[in-house]
């Protein structure tokens, strides 16, 4: 009877191990790494122009929330995709310090000022390449340390 409970508690944890070596990054996709590229220069374009009124822009700003979330969804869907979908969680996240909270911001101070529009800009052009490293990666070694990112 022992000998049956040490090894269900022997199979519990290497079942725990297995898991906890499963990937958290799933394979190269192209259409992942395109979503990110189009989206760092189209993201980019918009929140260069914060210092005008947040209405002229809302369909523009709305139409990026919406690619940033469908790319957020589909490298959501990709198995074993964990660190890719965290990085696209904290890109968008209104609370946090990239796009959402950018977007957030414009929304109700109406326009921004050229100091926070090119800090956002920097720091998110940064997240994008970030983004894009991992998923360039996935493909083959990329030295993205570089000025620039991977672009």
């Not at 374009?45 to 969804?73: C, D, H, M, P, Q």
């Not at 979908?85 to 977007?103: A, R, S, V, Y």
């Not at 090119?118 to 894009?132: P, S, T």
Request: hydrophobic share 40%; proline share 3%.
């Amino acid at each position: 009877m022992k000998f049956i409970r040490q090894s269900n508690i022997s199979a519990i944890i290497f079942l725990l191990l297995l898991y906890g070596c499963a990937p958290l990054i799933g394979s190269h996709s192209q259409t992942a790494y395109e979503n990110a590229t189009s989206l760092k220069a189209e993201a980019i374009a918009i929140l260069g122009k914060a210092n005008t009124s947040y209405s002229e822009n809302k369909e523009s700003v709305e139409t990026i929330e919406l690619k940033i979330e469908k790319a957020y969804e589909f490298v959501k869907g990709i198995p074993n995709n964990q660190i890719s979908t965290k990085q696209w969680e904290i890109l968008k996240d209104p609370n946090g310090l990239l796009m959402g909270k950018f977007f957030k911001r414009w929304r109700a101070r109406k326009t921004l000022s050229k100091p926070i529009i090119e800090q956002y800009k920097r720091l998110a052009a940064e997240a994008f390449d970030e983004i894009i490293c991992l998923e360039a990666n996935k493909k083959s070694a990329t030295d993205c340390s570089q000025e620039g990112g991977s672009n």
